[in-house]
Nanobody
Framework: VQLQASGGGLVQAGGSVRLSCAAS????????MGWFRQAPGKEREFVSA????????YYTDSVKGRCTITKDNAENSVFLHMNSLKPEDTAVYYC???????????????WGQGTLVTVSS
């Protein structure tokens, strides 16, 4: 399976962005899809995830209340809606697919190519 991420760009602080990730194959109901990000000079970190079957969602603390992850079963896609963006949200955002949920990279065997979000102050 391949993941194609899109939707990044330059956004002003306080603005919003919608990232999209399309899977080339329909995920199993047990799969988890989500997003990681890597800011300049920092380690990659978990952002959000959603269970394909059932739709339970997970967020890292720094984006809770500002971020919503959704999925579209018909399009085999997940979306990350981020509001009230801050300069510290600037990062390359990676779409991932895994077999279970953990807020670490271990379960996610499939990674997209990344899409850059730059938040200007």
């Amino acid at each position: 399976v391949q993941l194609q991420a899109s939707g990044g760009g330059l956004v002003q602080a306080g603005g919003s962005v919608r990232l999209s990730c399309a899977a080339s194959e329909r995920p199993f109901s047990s799969a988890v899809m989500g997003w990681f990000r890597q800011a300049p000079g920092k380690e990659r970190e978990f952002v959000s995830a959603i269970r394909w079957g059932g739709g339970r969602t997970y967020y890292t603390d720094s984006v809770k209340g500002r971020c919503t992850i959704t999925k579209d079963n018909a399009e085999n896609s997940v979306f990350l809606h981020m509001n009230s963006l801050k300069p510290e949200d600037t990062a390359v955002y990676y779409c991932v697919k895994g077999s279970t949920y953990l807020p670490s990279e271990d379960p996610y065997a499939v990674w997209g190519q990344g899409t850059l979000v730059t938040v200007s102050s």
